[in-house]
C-alpha cells in the first residue's frame, strides 16, 4: 500500500514538474510534503501492528486464565463430592454437614457432638468423627485447614474460660491437635475462635442457639491464604 501511494505521489509530482506546473524548489518541497505523509503512514501502520499483536497478547491470557479457573472450578466439584461421599453417613445421621463457597469446602459440626457443655475437652463420640473427617481431609494437600470454634451468646465466665472467646479459640485447638494427631501436618492448619460474633441463627431460642454452638472446618486453597498473608522474607 505504502509503496502504491509513493509511485502515485510520485508520477504526479514528476508529471507536474515536467508540464512546467510548478518549479523545481516547489517539486522538491511537494516531493518531502509526501514523504512525510508516507512516513507518517507507515508510522500508523507499525502502531496498528503492535496494537493488534498486543491484543493477540491479551486474548491468549485471558483465554489461559479462562481455563485455568474452569479446571479449579472442577477440582473443586470433585473434591467436593468425594468428601461428601468420604462423609455419607455422618452426613445422614445429621452429626455434620458439608458446604462448598466459591474456592472452599467447610465440614460443620455441631458442638454437642464434640464437647459438653462450657468444656474443651473432646468426647469420645467427637473423636470418632473426626477420625474420620481427618482421613477424608489429608489427600487435600493444596488446601489449608482452617478451624473455627463458635459459641452461641450465653456468657461464660469460669477460671479456665473468662468469656466464650477463650472457649471458642480453646475448642478449636483442641480439634487441630487431634487431626494433628491422626496424621495431618500441622503445618497446613490454623486454629482461631469467633466467640458469639458469628451467627448463623438467631440466638433467642434454644433452637438457634443450639446451631450457633459449632465447630467450621474449611479448606482453603493456599495461594488464597499465601495471597492474604504477610510474604515470606
Known amino acids: 500500500m505504502n509503496r502504491r501511494i509513493l509511485q502515485v505521489a510520485s508520477v504526479a509530482i514528476a508529471a507536474a514538474f515536467m508540464a512546467g506546473c510548478v518549479s523545481k524548489g516547489d517539486y522538491e518541497k511537494l516531493e518531502a510534503d509526501k514523504n512525510g505523509e508516507i512516513a507518517a503512514l507507515k508510522k ?38 468425594s468428601l461428601v461421599r468420604n462423609l455419607t453417613e455422618e452426613v445422614k445421621r445429621g452429626e455434620l454437614q458439608v458446604r462448598q463457597y466459591k474456592d472452599m469446602l467447610t465440614v460443620d459440626v455441631a458442638e454437642q457432638l464434640f464437647f459438653d457443655s ?12 473426626l477420625k ?21 451468646n450465653v456468657p461464660i465466665k469460669t477460671k479456665v474460660f473468662p468469656s466464650n472467646w477463650e472457649l471458642s479459640v480453646a475448642r478449636a485447638t483442641t480439634v487441630v491437635r487431634y487431626l494433628q494427631e491422626v496424621g495431618i501436618p500441622p503445618e497446613r492448619m ?14 433467642d431460642t434454644p433452637e438457634g442457639r443450639k446451631k450457633n454452638r459449632r465447630i467450621e472446618i474449611t479448606l482453603i486453597d493456599k495461594n488464597l491464604v499465601q495471597e492474604a498473608g504477610p510474604g515470606r522474607k
Not at 190 to 203: H, T
Open 44 to 81: 500508523d501502520k507499525t502502531g496498528l501492528e503492535q496494537q493488534q499483536a498486543e491484543s493477540r497478547k491479551q486474548i491468549e491470557a485471558l483465554e489461559q486464565q479462562k481455563a485455568q479457573l474452569l479446571a479449579v472450578s472442577q477440582q473443586n466439584q470433585t473434591q467436593y463430592d
Open 118 to 129: 462450657g468444656r474443651a475437652d473432646l468426647k469420645d463420640t467427637g473423636k470418632s468423627v
Open 132 to 152: 474420620k473427617v481427618g482421613e477424608a481431609l489429608k489427600g487435600y494437600e493444596d488446601k489449608v485447614i482452617r478451624v473455627v470454634g463458635h459459641t452461641d
Open 190 to 203: 490454623v486454629a482461631s475462635g469467633r466467640a458469639e460474633y458469628q451467627p448463623v441463627a438467631e440466638n
